[in-house]
């Protein structure tokens, strides 16, 4: 079961800042940076459950080596001999290699310490070793120090000379590293693991509590990225999925409101105007159409076909090779991703338990809180998740009576549905499931919470990605209206929720003419200076679809168009031009001079030509021939017949 260290590569760094010492530093500067650095190290806290006795004896020669750069610095200093100017360089890579040490076992994985601590442990003894040579060819007499501070040198020398020869693992940090590889090899086979033993386990490595726990998992998928080989990446998954089924069992859900805390520390403002999970981490953009790929992450279709086509086969977020993605790697016994799916299935089992036993909303909200964390992992936790029967219990979770009672249990179920829907099976069994899209449509009616209104649109949106769903939440009134409701009234972050929806279901003719009797034309000029690349992008794709009716109420809109040319973003611009094409290719001549009464509007249309996207410049090419048509005294017929004609080219979609 024993792992091998060249499994495990190290840490990738950025260049020790030894690194940048220059062999021509003054030696009080050299001398001063060597007792700082010392300082930092001794100021360090030992570590508490794993390699404790290292870290103590690394602190302690760092505390030690302070008192000899505080006598120099206490001296005159004199010009060093360049081999001691050599030798206090490279102790000063040293010292810097030991305070990396320290702190990477300080605030990483705890597990991921445990796994490699053969390697970490002869780090350990190396850069002893190292410290120890240095020391040797240290000419003491040269730095005329008092008695006393070379006898502490001479201290120094035996301690390293003594502790350099061993370099073993502590037997209870290796039989403990046993034992957590065998708990993964029983989940993988599928047997449930003992509690008692897990809980002795986690206790020894300092994992006391759910938030422990939480902090565990965030550092074990950092450790994700820092790892170049295949299969020590897969183990970090399995691990994941190890202590999240651990933290459930033994300590209960998470607390909510430090789980926000920590969310909104590391969001950004833009970051939370939009969920994470539904920009594609390749353009950042908000996904219209979402696609798993095989290592479980979520793409926009466009996006991942062109990374894929630029000769790309690995994973973008996780460097996964895709042909790796579904296959079992072993790691000496152990079938790592089939230990996590297994850890995974076990979780999302027992908090479906649970969940159907609970006596209070309370006690309910605490395990929907923790399904929506599950959920929202990845395509295997989301599979798990609704394979255990989740989406039938949180029906019952969406009604108005708990969103009275307990608005964040009906926010966190409708979330929880809305993390579950990113899977495409589970868009099917969610339109399939008795009471589900009713419970969400309520929700965004008349949801206690914003949050709860715009994440339930968000659903909306998530389920019409697939063709049949869409035409089907299209004759449904109450979306369209709840949708429309909440582009107008809600704040930023829901009418951005409705607007991707509207955007989705205006995908169908059908149901953009229900669209366009609902006054979805009105709706936008509404929000369009709050929200104007979505505003603009829905009322390309309505005038396409939605004939005259849509056409005549866009006229009080061109001047907006106009102005949006000029000042909007890129993606504004593009569906600007290509809006006031197609108004103007079934309007005439009369919204033609709408547009061209604003001042300066060739210019901005030849700016858009210069400086636009491919698509941007042809349409912007469109619009100037239609305006000097208008110009040269060609009535709307005339403008609308040509103008057709000219977009037998321009007007393909691209």
Known sequence: MAVSPRIFPPRKRRPSAGAFISPKLPDRKLVESLYFLSQEISSLKPLQFLLRRNSVLIIRKAKLLAVLFEELLGNQVSPFSPSTVLCFEEMYIVLQRMKTLIEDCLNGSKIWVLVQIETVANSFHEVTMDLSTLLDILHLKELDLSQDVEDVVVLIRKQCSSHSRDGSVDPRDGNLRLEVLTMLDQIRKEIVPDHSKLNVIFQSLGLRDALTCREEIESLEAEIQNQIDQKSKYLVVAFIGLVRYS?????????????????????????????????????????KDPVAVATGQTYDRQSINVWIESGHNTCPKTGIPFEYATSNEKVNGVVTNKAALEATKMTASFLINKLSTSQSMQAANDVVYELRVLAKTDSDSRACVAEAGAIPLLVRYLGSDVGSNLPNLQVNAVTTILNLSILEANKTRIMETDGTLNGVIEVMRSGATWEAKGNAAATIFSLSGVHAHRKRLGRKTRVIMGLMDLAKNGPTSSKRDALVAILNLAGDRETVVRLVEGGIVEMISEVVNVLPEESVTILEAVVKRGGLAAIAEAYNLIKKLGLLLREGSDTTRESAAATLVTVFRKGGSEMVAELAAMPGIERIIWELMETGTSRARRKAGALLRVLRRWAAGLDAYTVASTTTVTSSTILLPS
């Open 247 to 287: 933290k459930c069992v033994l300590f209960g859900e998470s607390t909510q409101k430090s789980d926000a805390i920590r969310r909104r520390r590391r969001k950004s403002a833009a970051e939370a105007n939009v969920p994470a999970d539904f920009r594609c981490p390749i353009s950042l953009e908000l996904m």
